[in-house]
């Protein structure tokens, strides 16, 4: 049986600022996964990494990476490490050792919640 | 401590200037990413998973006030408020932008600081021992002579592209506090017979994927010989070192393949060539360093301030007990300022705090403050009878954590939460078992731990030296944790065994539980740490813990 080949999308960091863009289907790079183009097999997702790779201006870094397709027709990342790139640290990063330590160990984030 | 001079100031300024003509093509599109990568690199600028990487250098781990001052301005102005302090005893902002960077760059040079030779096959920032200066124990301050190899390697022409990284670290103490034996050459004083202060140079160690402790080169290398000593090293190194295979470039494999004898041979017979038109820095330069590290004038009026402090509130007690060691002065002692709050990311600390430990080093710590490669401060001087006051500034801003060297003092690199080599998240683990103690109640009656955590081989967490030694990977899809037993970090070093199949995140507190459950069992008294039941007993009672079915199986057999 041919290997299923599942769905993919281009990723990079943006230039200036190191955010994780998506490229579109405009050919441009947007901070919305939802707005990804995705490529449903190899010969389409050989084309869009070429065409991510053509603005270096923009970018750095574009790769394939793999989706799978929501009900609503949205791509999300299966591998973890693409989760936590599209939805940032999963640690309380923005409020960090603020408190005493005993508020500090309310309000921790568990490993469960980062996922 | 030691200030810039002409020749410093003029290196760094014409090196930030550069780099921000660099950062210029790049952005107009006359520098590729991979002709800008290796430039951005030589600066210290890392892309990361979510944004850039700026890793700054603190030499020796040796920061004053106003360069505290400045890393706090740096937080808030261009990053989002806070710094992560690293087990290399440097300090990482997150979330610098590409074009601020050299704004950037330009506010450290302000206060003699730089983010040279962070990165890259060069010699990197070399590290020492973070009570050098204060320590009771101590031979002789190590930091004139780290001091002096940083001028000696940064910049150095023969050393900028090395088969890989080259780390060296120094300790003036017989207590290794700064994991000489995991560096590419470790560096230990020690006198001679005639009483004279020299160095044990060790080479080859290291912790990454394969790591390896240190081996003995000389017992003893006079002072004035260190320089051209350690460029026989290096040659030999940058000769034979292999360039083939990444994985196998730094110095340790090379120790490992050639065999420590040969290997000896080569490095002394570079050594006896080198030194025969060996430039030595000249006599001003070397009193010059020794009179900038040259200790406070130390207060030494007394009071029993600390004493009835002590007496008056169990809460100080405690943190004195864990966070305060020993000082030469008996008048004095070293504070050291827990990175670690129960529940926090190790080694963060916000632009705040890092206000109010400049402050508390201006008033009350001769200006000195120390970065530990246990990603904690420390105030080196703090006279005993002012430590009371230290304190309470130090808990109303969240500092005051009394756990240094118990089980929530735990070291975590960044892990997934950031890093772009990472297999797994570290600093989560470290939360949830710091948490986990201390709502059991059990950190006090634990005891002395050390627990460290990589996010990936590449150990920048130090698990190997990891009383227990915890390893993110990732198997099929998961992030996966592998536990290792019996690291040490000190001078009698040792890499710590693996213990057998990893954990998930959910089942590795569990496991945890059984193992510390295990040795509080089994400890000889209350006073035996966990390395030590654990070279007393062997690994048995803590993997029959670990993994309770197997051994029930064993049984059954």
């Given at each position: 049986m041919a290997k299923v080949f599942p769905p993919k999308i281009v990723s990079a960091n943006d230039l200036m600022d190191g955010d994780v863009v998506y490229l579109t289907a405009q050919n441009t790079w947007s901070r919305q996964i939802t707005e990804a183009v995705i490529a449903p097999d190899e010969a389409a997702a050989e084309i869009l990494l070429a065409k991510g790779e053509e603005r270096q201006d923009l970018i750095v870094g574009a790769y394939l990476l793999d989706v799978a397709i929501g009900d609503d027709g949205a791509p999300s990342p299966t591998h973890f490490r693409e989760k936590y790139r599209l939805n940032g640290p999963s640690i309380d990063y923005l409020a960090p050792q603020k408190q005493s330590f005993v508020a500090q160990s309310n309000t921790q984030t568990t490993l469960s919640e980062g996922a | 401590m030691y200030r810039y001079n002409d020749f410093d100031h003029e290196f760094v300024k014409s090196r930030t200037e550069e780099f921000r003509s660099q950062v210029a093509r790049r952005i107009d599109g006359s520098l590729t990413e991979d002709e800008f990568k290796p430039l951005r690199l030589r600066n210290g600028l890392y892309l990361q998973l979510h944004a850039y990487m700026l890793r700054v250098a603190v030499p020796y781990g040796t920061l004053n006030s106003a360069q505290m001052q400045q890393l706090a301005y740096i937080a808030e102005r261009w990053d989002k408020g806070y710094g992560h302090f690293t087990t290399r005893q440097n300090i990482q902002y997150n979330w610098p932008k590409l074009a601020d960077i050299p704004d950037i760059l330009d506010a450290l040079a302000q206060v003699e600081m730089h983010a040279i030779?962070?990165?890259?096959?060069c010699i990197r920032n070399v590290t020492s021992d973070h009570f050098a200066g204060a320590a009771a124990d101590e031979i002789e301050d190590p930091r004139p002579t780290a001091e002096l190899l940083r001028q000696w390697s940064t910049d150095h022409p023969e050393f900028q592209y090395l088969p890989r990284k080259f780390k060296i670290a120094i300790t003036g103490?017989?207590?290794?506090?700064?994991?000489?034996?995991?560096?590419?050459i470790g560096l230990r004083m020690v006198r001679n017979e005639a009483g004279e202060a020299g160095y044990e140079v060790m080479v080859g160690g290291g912790l990454g994927r394969t790591p390896m402790v240190g081996k003995t080169v000389r017992d003893f290398l006079p002072k004035a010989d260190l320089l051209p000593y350690l460029e026989a090293i290096l040659q030999v190194y940058n000769l034979h070192g292999r360039r083939d295979n990444k994985y196998k470039a730094r110095i340790k494999i090379l120790v490992h393949e050639t065999g420590l004898d040969p290997l000896k041979a080569d490095i002394e017979a570079a050594f006896q060539s080198i030194r025969k038109t060996f430039v030595h820095p000249k006599a001003e330069l070397i009193a010059g360093l020794d009179a900038a590290f040259a200790p406070p004038e130390f207060n030494n009026t007394r009071s029993l301030a600390f004493e009835d402090a002590q007496a008056a509130n169990p809460a100080f007690r405690a943190f004195v007990e864990t966070n305060v060691a020993e000082h030469k002065n008996p008048a004095y002692g070293i504070v050291t300022i827990s990175l670690k709050p129960v529940g926090g990311a190790p080694g963060d600390a916000t632009a705040e705090q890092m206000r109010l430990v400049a402050e508390l080093a201006e008033l009350y710590g001769h200006d000195e403050i120390r970065v530990s490669h246990e990603q904690n401060l420390i105030l080196?001087?703090?006279r005993q009878s002012d430590i009371p006051l230290v304190y309470q500034r130090l808990l109303e801003a969240g500092l005051?954590?009394?756990?240094?060297?118990?089980?929530?003092d735990i070291i975590a690199c960044p892990g997934m939460d950031y890093c772009a080599l990472a297999t797994a998240r570290s600093i989560p683990i470290a939360q949830d078992i710091a948490t986990h103690f201390e709502a059991r109640g059990l950190e006090r009656e634990i005891g002395h731990m050390k627990i460290k955590i990589s996010g990936c081989i590449n150990a920048c967490g130090h698990h190997h030296v990891g009383h227990i030694g915890i390893l993110g990977l990732e198997r099929k899809g998961q992030e996966l944790y592998q536990i290792t037993l019996g690291g040490d970090g000190r001078e009698n070093m040792a890499v710590g065994e693996r213990a057998g199949p990893g954990f998930s995140a959910d089942a590795l507190m569990d496991a945890l539980d059984r193992l510390i459950n295990a040795y509080l069992t089994v400890r000889e008294h209350d006073e035996e740490a966990f390395i030590d039941t654990y070279k007393r007993l062997g690994a048995a009672p803590f993997l029959a813990a670990l993994y309770p079915e197997e051994a029930d199986d064993a049984r059954a057999a």
């Open positions: - | 030779q962070t990165s890259g096959n103490s017989p207590n290794d506090r700064a994991v000489t034996r995991a560096h590419d080196p001087h703090v005051a954590t009394a756990n240094i060297g118990l089980i929530s």
